[in-house]
Structures are given as structure tokens and as C-alpha cells.
């Protein structure tokens, strides 16, 4: 008797997760207000602390706006150095931003002592504000794309990015809008696709992954060769930032 109830709890759940699949299919794409999007910025710069980031937290983003035409630029604060494996680090950003669809000459990576991998470096929004600036001088950027207060998984590195941003944004003249990555609690981020094609928004962002920019994702990752312990590939089964991003307007200059 337990085993056949237990075979049954079984086939529920699979049953689940495949209509949760087929859910995610039939409503991929970008959404306002339970409304599909349909303004949208011309140049985003997406900020990102560590190589894999893109790929990992942002790339449902990354997609829904390359399907629009929507510029994508890349910046990356670090070369994830941590090991001491950042020369080859860098290497694997612009190969994870080449397969998402960004091209090398849109991908920068910087190494300012500064600003270095760890979980141990607090890095000073000053520093991030002005690496930000700098990099952004004589581009046509309208909107920076990057963590919440949150950073994710409350890496300060990630946390730094947001706090940089805001003050960079505060201080510039031009209009600039602001989007951030809402931070999923630790309840529910490994519920993958679930959490995915539960999200409503609200007056938030959501962007959802077609299985097609799901499998590109993939292959995004992949191009990270030095990541690929084997706790990544639980990762990108079962992280709903894999699927889905939230993201909030915190600035919407246009
Ligand atoms: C993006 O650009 C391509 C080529 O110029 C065009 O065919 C396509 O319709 C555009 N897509 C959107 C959503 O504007
Ligand atoms: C931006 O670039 C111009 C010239 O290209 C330079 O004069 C100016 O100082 C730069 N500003 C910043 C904030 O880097
Ligand atoms: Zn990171």
C-alpha cells in the first residue's frame, strides 16, 4: 500500500513539473502588469560582478531583449580571480556572451585591485560608480541592468553593484534608468520553473525563457569551463533564475 501511494506521489510530481514546462512554453517572453511588454529601452548595459553571472541570474533578461533589439552591453566588474584562475575567466565571459547572442566587442571585463573576487572584499559604490561612468563615456547606454539589495545570494560583491549604480544614477545628468534583479528568497529559488510560471509581476518585470533560450542558456554556461562543479549542474536544473527574472523598475527615466 505505502509503495503504490508513494508511486503515485511520484507520477504527480512529474506530472507537475511537465505541465509547469508547458506553461513556461506558452508563456515565454517579456511582461508588464500581466501584459506583454512592448516599450523598450534601445541600449542596456547589464553590470555583473563576476564572470557566469550573465548567465546564471541574467539570462532570461539577456534573451527577451536581444529578441526585441534591444542593444546589450556587458560589463563585468571582476575577472572572478578568487582562484586564481581570472585570465582564463575572462576568456569564458565573452565566450557565455557570444553564445547568449552579445558580441566580443560589447563585452567588457575589468581588473582594478579594487574591485576583486571574494566574498571578503567589500568593494565601495564610489569605486563601482566611477568604473561604472567610465565605461559608459561616450556610449549611448539609456538603462543599467543589475542585482537588487539582495545581490541574489547576498554575495557583497553582487550587493556593491547595486548600491554603485544607484549613486551613479542619482549623480548623472542624462536620464538613465535603473532595473534590478529581484532577489528570490531561498524558500523558493530552487523551485526552478515553478517559480517561474507562478510569477505574476505586479509592477515589476518578468521575463520568461522559451526551452529554446532555456538550452541556450545552457550552452552559455557551459563556456565556463572552470565552473563546472558538480553542484552547477543542480544549479541550472533547479534555480528559477534560470527560467525567469523579476525585475524592478527602481528608475525608469525614459
Ligand atoms: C528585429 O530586427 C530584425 C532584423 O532587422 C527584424 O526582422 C525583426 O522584426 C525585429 N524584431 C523586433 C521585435 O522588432
Ligand atoms: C569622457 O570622455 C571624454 C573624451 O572622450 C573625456 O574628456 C572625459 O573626461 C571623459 N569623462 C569621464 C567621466 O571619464
Ligand atoms: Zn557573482
Known amino acids: ?24 512554453s506558452l508563456s515565454a517572453g517579456a511582461y508588464h502588469g500581466g501584459a506583454r511588454l512592448t516599450a523598450y529601452p534601445k541600449h542596456v ?3 555583473t560582478a563576476h564572470p ?9 533578461t539577456i534573451h527577451a531583449l536581444l529578441a526585441h533589439n534591444v542593444t546589450v552591453s556587458a560589463l563585468c566588474l571582476s575577472r572572478g580571480d578568487a582562484d586564481g584562475l581570472g585570465h582564463v575567466r575572462a576568456q569564458e565571459l565573452v565566450r557565455s556572451y557570444g553564445v547568449l547572442g552579445v558580441p566580443a566587442k560589447r563585452v567588457a571585463c575589468v581588473d582594478d585591485p579594487h574591485l576583486q573576487d571574494g566574498m571578503q572584499r567589500t568593494w565601495a559604490p564610489a569605486r563601482v560608480r566611477d568604473a561604472v561612468r567610465t565605461h559608459m563615456n561616450g556610449t549611448h547606454i539609456d538603462t543599467i541592468l543589475t542585482f537588487d539589495a539582495g545581490g541574489v545570494s547576498l554575495h557583497p560583491n553582487h550587493r556593491a553593484l547595486f ?8 549623480e548623472l545628468a542624462t536620464p538613465l534608468s535603473l532595473w534590478t534583479l529581484h532577489t528570490w528568497s531561498w524558500r523558493i529559488k530552487f523551485w526552478g520553473v515553478l517559480v517561474s510560471v507562478l510569477q505574476r509581476g505586479g509592477r515589476d518585470y518578468v521575463f520568461r525563457s522559451s526551452m529554446r533560450e532555456y538550452a541556450q542558456s545552457l550552452q552559455a554556461m557551459y563556456q565556463h569551463q572552470t565552473q563546472l562543479v558538480w553542484f552547477r549542474y543542480l544549479y541550472v536544473l533547479f534555480s528559477s533564475y534560470m527560467y525567469a527574472n523579476r525585475v524592478r523598475l527602481v528608475v525608469q527615466a525614459l
Open 1 to 24: 500500500m505505502r509503495g503504490a501511494s508513494y508511486a503515485w506521489s511520484g507520477w504527480l510530481a512529474v506530472a507537475l513539473v511537465v505541465l509547469a514546462h508547458v506553461l513556461q
Open 52 to 60: 557566469d553571472d550573465e548567465c546564471m541570474f541574467f539570462a532570461p
Open 163 to 170: 548600491h554603485g549604480a544607484v549613486q551613479l544614477q542619482s
Open 45 to 47: 548595459l547589464v553590470l
